[in-house]
């Protein structure tokens, strides 16, 4: 009787290893396809923000600051502070300041999009790391809704002061040439250019913003990606 208990007991032992191990290996299993999908997830995050970067990149901030140079050339002269020289080139200039008035903001958040929606962005491990991503997007949708929603009149004002041909962009006809410079003492657009230009420090910000904490993330997330196993 005594046999057979022990050998009761050493059965039920083996089999209570038995449903450890086997739990032990489902979690290990577990574990490493989840490693696999964070670090796939980490690698598609990166591929988007980089994306983010490529918009936000050096020349098109070099861009704004022409802009903003030439929406400050343009008061200057609405201010008797500018004599003209090259009245094709000013009004050129002058132009040059509607550049950017209606930029489409182009963003990549679908791998960011996929985590929220699914609740799969708790498959990434670290808290510190889901925080970053989360103040990421947050910051840059909150931008860009401030930037798509400051819009000014100041492009269609001067589309509607001269032609625009595609092949010859830089052309103004000496009639149009006429009639702008006349325009351009006017209350209302000089009001259009203080418009604009808060616009236009807004924007440049934005994309400072933009390229620099792409940046970084990009650099956390890869340092990440490498201590995942």
Known sequence: MK???????????????????????????NNNINSTIEKDYISDLIID????????NDRRIKNIKTKIEALNQAKAYLLGNYQINDTLLFLNKVGYGARY????????????????????????????????IINYYGSKDAATK????????????INSLRSFKKDTPNQISISDQRRMLKKLNEDRFYGLINQELTFADGLEIHFKKGLENGKKLIEILQAYSNKIN
């Open 49 to 56: 923000i980089r994306q983010d970067t490529s918009y936000f």
């Open 146 to 157: 401030t930037v798509q929603g400051s819009k000014t009149g100041y492009l269609d004002y």
């Open 3 to 29: 046999r057979y208990l022990i050998y009761a007991i050493v059965e039920i032992l083996l089999i209570v290893i038995g449903i450890l191990l086997a739990l032990s290996l489902n979690t290990w299993q």
């Open 101 to 132: 008035s209606r930029v489409v903001a182009t963003s990549n958040s679908s791998t960011y999009t996929e985590l929220v929606s699914t609740g799969n962005l708790r498959i990434i491990k670290d808290k510190e790391i889901r925080k970053e």
